[in-house]
């Protein structure tokens, strides 16, 4: 015993010591979503160019994880193979590999999941890319089970070590005819209207709706905002009584369906069915921005007043839920998990406990949210309506307002008692996400909101204060104030937007003056001769450089980034910089043509607005 004593005493210091110096690079991260795998026994490194050289010295694969915090899919990858001793053995002694928060770098998980989608034919999180010596993707993969996915990384090995001169040169031939020349780089010979692009915007959009259950597709659904902003920008120009029907319809139905939050509000960040009932847990800032804007757009469009309390209510939602308990600016969203690692657990309900919170009115809240119904997820009901406001009134004999009130008062009670849950938080702010949620609070003050309007001065001055330093805009802030890194291309361009979007409502002089030094850097920073580049920063080979960048969750930056520079050159009245804007924006492409549903904010929001609808002769084709 004295010997073992001896020893322990003699070993333990040592052991400690070596725990120190091999502590996880992430573990000191500003991103919640990296210091989550920390402890993980696979040994990650931060994206750096450490990691490039460590992969180059030994000639071994780079092996890209990327997620995000409030990702289920991520979180049961993790337990199940990246804190599996076997799987995290193998690939520390084969790979370097690489943890990343996506939201962290978006330029760097955009071109990966272009790589997926064009190599797989779809993409999704987690995204696993396994990359050469020298940089270049070679095969990716999304989520697998532990067994499948260890079997896919010894496969790939077993190859690496007999063809890597091969394998090293079809991953940079395939990378470099990825973007040697995309549509939206390749000039059109002969220019398009602006007014007939965006007929045939219309036509694709309605072409992909779902004109049962409204949003587009036939599977999964996705809010895909740009896409019906775009709709009720053309709707407004031209009445389209489809295009209208068709924005009734998906607006009705994320408003009353799983979309939504019926207890606290707030929207999911997309359903896995095509009905919008059951949905995708977490719920984003940026989805939450976006919607709101445009329901309080819509609600004048369409003249809809229950369009304008949504989008309110959505603002007023963030607000509370979603402000930074640091102090300044709004988290990046809330986790799909809830404190016991259920999915979606933070949200559902056993009828019980809605029948006491109803009290006289169960039999109405029974039957509107379907908890009569057999249930559809194992961890409860997700209260959401089943049949419409009118046809519960008629069936209960009631008046339609005294049903929206028995409802509300239920998702009030409850909402109190969830107050006791837990439910994990992503605290970073990013400075693109609080841009567009500029946006919306400017739109929430323009239709009347003082309370959104004064939430915009405060956001105004916290970006300024805490993400624009020494001229520059920053990726973003963690939860301690400490930088995410150098703001790209996207973070500009949002930022900007929601600048000039204030400073249009409130005619602030010194928010049009911060909004021209965002435009003048960017400009400074991320174009050159036509073509813009999405991060400068990027340690991959070959410089990704765009004409334009399509929208898709979210807005398209240089669409957004040439409507709010016209904005401000209309503002200060300088013809040299409305040149420049007209002449990008007039530039047009294989990529209009060929995918005008991938494009409507260039297309509605801002060829008519710099070129004119009819103007054929300042459109150019190179």
């Not at 064009?118 to 010596?133: I, K, Y």
């Not at 959009?205 to 775009?230: H, I, M, N």
Request: glycine share 8%; with cysteine; hydrophobic share 45%.
């Amino acid at each position: 015993m004295r010997f073992v004593r001896l020893m322990l005493k003699l070993l333990v210091p040592l052991v400690l010591s070596t725990a120190a110096v091999m502590a996880s690079p992430l573990a000191d991260s500003g991103s919640p979503y990296l210091r989550l795998h920390a402890d993980d026994p696979v040994k990650w490194r931060t994206w750096n160019a450490d990691a490039l050289a460590e992969a180059r010295r030994d000639n071994r694969l780079l092996f890209f994880s990327i997620g995000y915090y409030a990702c289920h899919w991520c979180h049961v990858m993790q337990r199940e193979s990246f804190q599996d001793a076997e799987v995290a053995a193998y690939i520390n002694r084969h790979y370097v590999p690489v943890k990343i928060d996506r939201e962290v770098e978006p330029v760097l998980d955009g071109q990966m999941m272009h790589f997926m989608e064009a190599t797989r034919g779809q993409g999704g999180w987690p995204l696993n890319v396994f990359l050469t010596p020298e940089g270049y993707p070679l095969v990716g993969t999304v989520y697998l089970p532990r067994d499948d996915f260890l079997e896919f990384v010894q496969r790939l090995q077993s190859r690496w070590q007999g063809q890597a001169p091969e394998l090293a040169a079809t991953a940079r031939k395939g990378w470099d005819a990825l973007y040697e020349a995309p549509p939206v780089n390749v000039p059109l010979s002969a220019p398009i209207a602006p007014a007939e692009l965006r007929t045939r915007f219309v036509g694709t959009a309605l072409q992909r709706a779902d004109e049962l259950s409204g949003g587009f597709g036939y599977e999964t659904k996705f809010p895909q905002v740009p896409q019906l902003r775009g709709l009720l920008v053309s709707l407004a120009r031209a009445p389209d009584a489809r295009v209208e029907e068709f924005l009734r319809l998906t607006l009705d139905a994320m408003l009353d369906g799983g979309l939504r939050d019926h207890v606290g509000e707030g929207f999911f960040r997309y359903t896995v069915d095509p009905q919008w009932q059951i949905p995708h847990f977490e719920k984003m800032l940026y989805d939450n921005a976006q919607l709101a804007r445009l329901y309080l757009e819509a609600a004048v469009v369409l003249d809809e007043p229950r369009y304008r309390d949504a989008g309110i209510d959505t603002l007023h939602f963030v607000l509370e839920v979603m402000a930074s308990r640091a102090g300044g600016g709004y988290i990046a969203s809330l986790s799909a998990l809830d404190e016991n690692d259920v999915e979606g657990g933070y949200y559902l309900w056993e009828p019980e406990a809605v029948r006491k919170a109803a009290g006289e009115h169960w039999p109405l809240v029974e039957r509107a949210w379907g908890l009569e119904l057999p249930r559809n997820l194992e961890a409860g009901y997700l209260p959401h309506l089943q049949h419409s406001v009118e046809t519960l009134a008629d069936q209960f004999e009631m008046d339609a307002a005294d049903v929206i009130k028995a409802l509300d008062a239920t998702g009030k009670a409850l909402r109190a008692q969830r107050e006791s849950r837990g439910l994990p938080r992503d605290s970073k702010r990013l400075a693109g996400w609080n841009g567009l949620l500029l946006s919306a609070l400017a739109a929430g003050g323009a239709a009347g909101d003082a309370r959104s309007l004064g939430a915009a001065r405060d956001l105004v001055a916290w970006m300024r204060e805490s993400l624009w330093a020494d001229d520059r805009l920053r990726r973003g802030v963690d939860a301690d104030g400490r930088s995410l890194g150098a703001g790209v291309l996207a973070d500009y361009a949002y930022v900007l937007d929601g600048a000039v979007a204030y400073a249009r409502l409130t005619d602030d002089a010194a928010a049009w003056a911060w909004a021209r030094e965002l435009m003048e850097t960017a400009w400074s920073r991320f174009q050159d001769e036509g073509l813009w580049t999405p991060d400068p920063g990027s340690l991959l080979p070959g410089q990704v450089m765009v004409r334009m960048t399509p929208d898709d969750v979210l807005p398209s930056a240089t669409a957004l980034m040439l409507a709010a520079s016209d904005a401000v050159a209309e503002h200060f009245d300088d013809a040299a910089l409305k040149g420049r804007v007209s002449d990008l924006a007039g530039t047009q492409t294989a990529a209009l043509e060929q995918a005008p549903f991938a494009h409507p904010t260039l297309i509605t929001r801002v060829l008519p607005t710099v070129l004119g609808d009819a103007d054929r002769e300042t459109a150019k084709s190179d």
